[in-house]
């Protein structure tokens, strides 16, 4: 089937947004009372959401009492509206790529698990919510990726087929999602991977199958 549309993941796909990220949780961190997290570290723990993300800040020898993680969710979500976007910056090239997939005319969208209040003021202060027609957070649906539904949810905006979508990220997570959504997959080579190494074996489309895509891309134009 012709590609029709293309989703794209946002932290560490086409943001960089973990020194913002890395504020807001040692903020919290030091409000609780908690020794700091390095940014390395932070990185590793992007990923599954801000609740996640939260939870292994505060994971050190045993899994944190459910209260403990409800405090620091709520003043990292104080912390984090202040800090969002501060210092989050495009990758290098990300701009002039979705330049050229929005040239294609194919719908494009973002399909993160970062929250809805942090999703859409975080594309409007980084000047790239104008390449997207549909923006899924992860609270737009009730699971968030590795879960197929987000990707589901933003083809079904769209008005195309998962098995039309070609959807680009950076973790396994994406790669699972889109693998189970019926879509295609490409991990770019950078980005936050959960500490986990991701090369070919976890994508449905390598960099050739990705070149594919493109000259089908192409030809829509």
């Known amino acids: 089937m012709p590609l029709q549309s293309v989703t794209f993941d946002l932290d ?11 504020v807001a949780c040692n903020r919290m961190l030091a409000e609780l009372g908690l020794p700091g997290r390095s ?8 990923g599954k959401g801000m609740a996640v993300l939260v939870e292994r800040c505060l994971t050190w020898e045993a899994v944190p009492e459910t209260s403990l993680v409800e405090a620091g969710i ?15 910056r495009p990758y290098p090239g ?7 997939w929005q040239a294609t005319g194919l719908p494009l969208a973002v399909v993160t698990n970062k929250p809805m209040a942090f999703t859409l003021p975080l594309l409007q202060q980084t000047g790239l919510d104008g390449y997207f027609q549909v923006v899924v957070g992860g609270d737009s649906t009730p699971y968030k990726k590795p879960h197929p539904e987000p990707l589901r949810h933003a083809c079904r905006q769209m008005g195309v087929a998962p098995s039309s979508n070609l959807h680009i990220g950076d973790s396994v997570n994406d790669a699972l999602a889109a693998r189970a959504a019926g879509s295609l997959a490409y991990l770019v080579p950078y980005g936050y991977t959960e500490g986990e190494p991701v090369d070919s074996a976890d994508c449905d489309a390598l960099v050739s199958d990705l070149l594919a895509a493109w000259r089908q891309a192409r030809s829509h134009i």
């Open 12 to 22: 560490g796909t086409l943001l960089d947004t973990a020194l913002d990220l890395s």
């Open 39 to 46: 940014e390395a570290e932070i990185r590793r723990f992007v």
């Open 74 to 88: 709520a003043i990292f979500r104080r912390g984090y509206a202040e800090e969002n976007g501060r210092a989050a």
């Open 94 to 100: 990300v701009l002039e790529g979705l330049a050229a």
